[in-house]
């Protein structure tokens, strides 16, 4: 055996090792594949426009998602922001579902300020350096989600929140 396996190279495969064909793997394995394949193809597409529009690592720009989006969450009813979750990347939503803050069920009444400030706190930023987070995260959320859905979203917002979420960066 030993020497077959020399004759054949070393990095030969065994006929054991050969990967198995397409058509020997159940099709819901396949399907459950290409899902997982779409989802994480999704959030790195997601995560790659945050990362041009805000000037941030990967890593950073999560974090930043992550704080935006709970803040902007806890700002709307729940049923909208479950509307919202349905168009976001599905592994930017199992984050946000992590997040402590997301036991209210009526929305908090804040402005702007706070959502700044909070977010700020979240990421440890100095208060010059927030608002373009947030813009760069609110945008990468509208491209992300139908111009209704944003419309939707908008409409629950006061004015001064409205400003952030409907200008671009």
């Known amino acids: 055996m030993a020497d077959n396996r020399e004759q ?3 990095g030969a495969p065994q006929e054991g090792d050969r990967p198995a064909s397409r058509r020997d ?3 819901e394995v396949r399907r459950k594949l290409r899902h997982e394949s779409r989802t994480s193809q999704t959030y ?3 995560l790659n426009h945050l990362c ?3 000037g ?3 890593a950073v720009a999560e974090q930043a998602a992550v704080s935006v989006l709970c803040a902007l969450e806890q700002r709307i009813l729940a049923d909208e922001a479950l509307d919202m979750e349905a168009q976001l990347p599905r592994k930017l939503t199992d984050l946000i579902h992590r997040c402590e803050k997301h036991e209210e069920e009526l929305p908090e009444k804040f402005g702007r300020e706070h959502l700044l400030k909070r977010v700020g706190e979240d990421l440890s930023l100095n208060p010059d350096a927030v608002e373009p987070v947030v813009r760069a995260v ?3 959320i509208r491209h992300q989600i139908t ?3 944003a ?3 908008m409409s629950q917002l006061p004015e001064d929140l409205r400003d952030l979420w409907g200008r671009a960066v």
Do not use: N
């Open 52 to 54: 041009e529009r805000g």
């Open 25 to 27: 793997v159940p099709i």
């Open 138 to 140: 609110l945008d990468a």
């Open 151 to 153: 419309e939707d979203v």
């Open 56 to 58: 941030m690592s990967p």
């Open 147 to 149: 111009e209704g859905e």
């Open 44 to 46: 790195k597409a997601f």
């Open 8 to 10: 054949q190279g070393k």
